[in-house]
Nanobody, 118 residues
Framework: QVQLVESGGGLVQAGGSLRLSCAVSGRISGAVSMAWFRQSPGKEREFVASIRGGKWTDSIVYADSVKGRFTISRDNAKNTGYLQMNSLKSEDTAVYYC?????????WGQGTQVTVSS
């Protein structure tokens, strides 16, 4: 079984930074894709960023709302993905979830709360 544990959320002032972590446990093999989503009360869950390992380079996609401010990365040796969030805005307040696609399966983390004060 694959499990994801998010951490790094908290309360930060507008303009500040946070780094979210997504630790992966369990057996995985082959191609792996990790993505971050977020959801605010009364809103649909929205895509934030994704990273997919390739033979020569990683494929990375960002939502327009976070492009230039957020950076997604991974450390395969530590089995952990990261979302570096800079220049945070009040609109970024949400529960952030990591998602892993591996071996034909999709796994979601439980989420971590990010609150940006204005």
């Amino acid at each position: 079984q694959v499990q994801l544990v998010e951490s790094g959320g908290g309360l930060v002032q507008a303009g500040g930074s946070l780094r979210l972590s997504c630790a992966v446990s369990g057996r995985i093999s082959g191609a792996v894709s990790m993505a971050w989503f977020r959801q605010s009360p009364g809103k649909e869950r929205e895509f934030v960023a994704s990273i997919r390992g390739g033979k020569w380079t990683d494929s990375i996609v960002y939502a327009d709302s976070v492009k230039g401010r957020f950076t997604i990365s991974r450390d395969n040796a530590k089995n952990t993905g990261y979302l570096q969030m800079n220049s945070l805005k009040s609109e970024d307040t949400a529960v952030y979830y990591c998602q892993l696609d591996s071996d034909g399966r999709r796994t979601w983390g439980q989420g971590t709360q990010v609150t940006v004060s204005s």
